[in-house]
């Protein structure tokens, strides 16, 4: 099993461009989120999805785009970018919400400039 | 509403000295408990969990246990290796299921 996949590593965008993070799951997981890191912060939820078709906003919602069209995949877009959205990205994916281990891809480092 | 404060960062200690990295919460009802642990570039990964008051999590020499009188949930270790280097978070599971997360902390072990 490859686990949670993102894509890309790095990215720099011009504000103003739009783009869309890349996440794959093959562990046939139900729930899939999306957490950015800033520092002193911790993680905050940006959308979750907690099966196919499902999605829904978190704490930091304003900004991005998520869909579930499959249980695999949860690309997160961001619609027109500033530089308020520099940050780690992480995608996560568990069995079910709730007390299941959440398992992290290796993240995407998003500068806007 | 619900929340997670860890000791601020960074820990800097020698090898083969006891860790204890603080963690407090403030929560309605009895949620479970986690640390994850961040390796340099990596993903977090769960490290331990408890899910009830008087519950101690374990793994790879890490231990917390669940402390409801004191709300808290902290982390120990007997001997830290410099493979423990890492950023440590705590977090919570709040009544929707969804994780509540601690600042970090990050520790850094010298040999």
């Known amino acids: 099993n490859a686990g949670v996949t993102q894509t890309p590593k790095f990215q720099v965008l011009k504000t103003g461009q739009s783009m869309t993070l890349q996440c794959a799951q093959d562990?046939?997981?139900?729930?899939m989120s999306w957490y950015r890191q800033d520092p002193g912060m911790g993680l905050r939820l940006i959308h979750y999805s907690v099966g196919a078709g499902i999605t829904d906003q978190g704490e930091v919602p304003n900004g991005y785009n998520v869909s579930r069209s499959t249980t695999e995949d949860f690309p997160l877009r961001l619609l027109s970018a500033a530089p308020s959205q520099t940050s780690v990205y992480f995608c996560?994916?568990?069995?079910?919400?709730?007390?299941?281990?959440?398992?992290f891809g290796p993240g995407t480092r998003l500068t806007v400039t | 509403g619900n929340s997670v404060t860890q000791m601020e960062g960074p820990v800097t200690l020698s090898e083969e000295a006891f860790l204890t990295i603080n963690c407090t919460y403030t929560?309605?009802?009895?949620?479970?408990l986690f640390w994850y642990v961040q390796y340099p570039g990596e993903g977090l990964q769960l490290l331990l969990k408890?899910?009830?008051a008087d519950d101690k999590g374990s793994n790879k020499g890490f231990e917390a246990t669940y402390r409801k009188e004191t709300t808290s949930f902290h982390l120990e270790k007997g001997s830290v290796q410099v493979s423990d280097s890492a950023v440590y978070f705590c977090?919570?599971?709040?009544?929707?299921?969804?994780?509540?997360w601690g600042a970090g902390t990050k520790l850094i072990i010298k040999p």
């Open positions: 929560a309605t009802g009895y949620p479970s």
């Open positions: 562990m046939n997981h139900e729930y």
């Open positions: 977090a919570l599971a709040d009544s929707n299921y969804q994780l509540i």
């Open positions: 408890a899910t009830k």
């Open positions: 996560a994916s568990s069995r079910n919400v709730g007390q299941d281990e959440q398992y």
